[in-house]
């Protein structure tokens, strides 16, 4: 019988996380790789800017509150730059300013922490639609 093994993706889907809490980060990337995706994390967004993840980056999650640029300036200067990017916003701190803002830079979803996994994953899905990145279906690989 073929055994089913993951098709290549055609087009690149890169995940990157900007958090400052390094618990958070590495919670994030264990996540998401459980998910079959891999992950950068940064703890800032200078170091996110000024590393080459920048240019390959697809869709980036951003904790909205830390030190220096915030997570919705990163995406500010991050969408002036390179405009194909998703957005997906965490934040132990919501209030209606931010999630307007956060509305109005459209981003693909908003989320207060503690969330659910599976939200971020289904998130994390619809930003792989939107960028144009197929889902990886099971091509069949034979065994002979």
């Given at each position: 019988?073929?055994?089913?093994?993951?098709?290549?993706?055609?087009?690149?889907?890169?995940?990157?996380?900007?958090?400052?809490?390094?618990?958070?980060?590495?919670?994030?990337?264990?996540?998401?790789?459980?998910?079959?995706?891999?992950?950068?994390?940064?703890?800032?967004?200078?170091?996110?800017?000024?590393?080459?993840?920048?240019?390959?980056?697809?869709?980036?999650?951003?904790d909205v509150q830390m030190p220096g640029l915030d997570g919705l300036g990163?995406?500010?200067?991050?969408?002036?730059?390179?405009?194909?990017?998703?957005?997906?916003?965490?934040?132990?701190?919501?209030?209606?300013?931010?999630?307007?803002?956060?509305?109005?830079?459209?981003?693909?979803?908003?989320?207060?922490?503690?969330?659910?996994?599976?939200?971020?994953?289904?998130?994390?899905?619809?930003?792989?639609?939107?960028?144009?990145?197929?889902?990886?279906?099971p091509v069949q690989k034979s065994t002979v």
């Amino acid at each position: 019988m073929p055994e089913l093994t993951p098709n290549p993706v055609q087009i690149p889907f890169h995940i990157t996380v900007v958090d400052d809490d390094l618990s958070v980060r590495n919670a994030l990337r264990r996540l998401i790789q459980s998910a079959g995706y891999t992950a950068a994390i940064f703890p800032n967004a200078m170091e996110f800017l000024q590393s080459p993840a920048f240019k390959e980056t697809s869709c980036l999650i951003l904790d909205v509150q830390m030190p220096g640029l915030d997570g919705l300036g990163l995406l500010s200067v991050v969408r002036a730059l390179k405009s194909q990017v998703a957005a997906i916003i965490i934040t132990a701190h919501p209030d209606e300013s931010i999630r307007a803002r956060a509305a109005a830079m459209n981003v693909v979803g908003f989320l207060e922490k503690p969330f659910d996994d599976q939200a971020l994953i289904a998130i994390i899905q619809k930003a792989q639609q939107i960028h144009g990145a197929p889902q990886t279906p099971p091509v069949q690989k034979s065994t002979v």
